[in-house]
């Protein structure tokens, strides 16, 4: 890589190649301090959502002096709004290509809205009493459907591999993703207050309530007075739950720490009671990995 084809890098990051990545690879071996590089290597890795993206943000850490001034270089607009760009520059010879054939255009329309009608008719049947709606092929298609269900595995449902997407009010995380990622994960009980151990059992309480939802999930009716919302955390965790977000969660997945990572996401149900659906699947999905790799 030339100095002229570097200097174009650094005006147009977003333009930046999978090759060039390779290039970039090359340059920091030679010079592991070189910041402008990291950085384009790091833009790179994120607009390819490479599974080497997590492991280039430790190294860059590691070489950089103000770790503030990097987690705000890839929490900024710059850095993390590249996917409509990407899409434009891979999509942009098939759209010179594209032919309008007029005379089809009735009847593709139709055949869309034929096909809305067929989605809206299976949402229907599955949630009104299937015995009352029954339609023949419905079983076999009913079969079908939960099969594409089951062959989800956990890897797909945790997204293990994709890049960790830290936000601006997440410096926390940040904070925590890297020293995780220096050391193994030490098991330790710190007691603080005389009460702790009463606090523990409520936790557990709490715990056990929760372990019961994500077994037998209840129908839940969203009711009228919901304008003022409570943080159920509060009363009964510590003050460190309150920095509990999704990506940290996922920064103890990803660091195989399971334990935490499920307790993490017990932690957010409580914080966030509207997605506690989507926290349970992470827990069971979470469960379905441990005993796979037992």
Known sequence: MNTQKYTSLLARPQDISAEEVKELDAILEAYPYFQSARALQLKGLKIQNSFKYNDALKVTAAHTIDRDILFEYITSPTFTQHEISGLILQNSE?????????????????????????????????????????????????????????????????????????????????????????????????????????????????????EKFIQNPPKIQPTENSEKKKNLAKPFTKPSDSLMTETLAKVYLQQKNYKKAIQAYKILILKNPEKSGFFADQIRAIEKLINKES
């Open 94 to 210: 098939a759209i010179k290509e594209m032919e309008v054939v007029s005379e089809n255009v009735s009847e593709q329309v139709s055949l869309e809205i034929d096909q809305q009608l067929k989605a809206e008719m299976k949402k229907a049947e599955a949630i009104l009493d299937p015995t009352l709606f029954e339609r023949k092929g419905s079983a076999s298609e009913e079969g079908t459907l939960q099969k594409d269900k089951k062959e989800a595995t956990p890897e797909d449902t945790l997204k293990l591999n994709e890049p960790l997407a830290f936000q601006k009010g997440e410096k926390h995380s940040f904070t925590e993703w890297l020293k995780l990622s220096q050391a193994k994960p030490i098991k330790r009980e710190v007691v603080s207050e005389e009460n702790s151990a009463k606090d523990q059992e409520d936790k557990e309480r709490k715990f056990e309530l929760i």
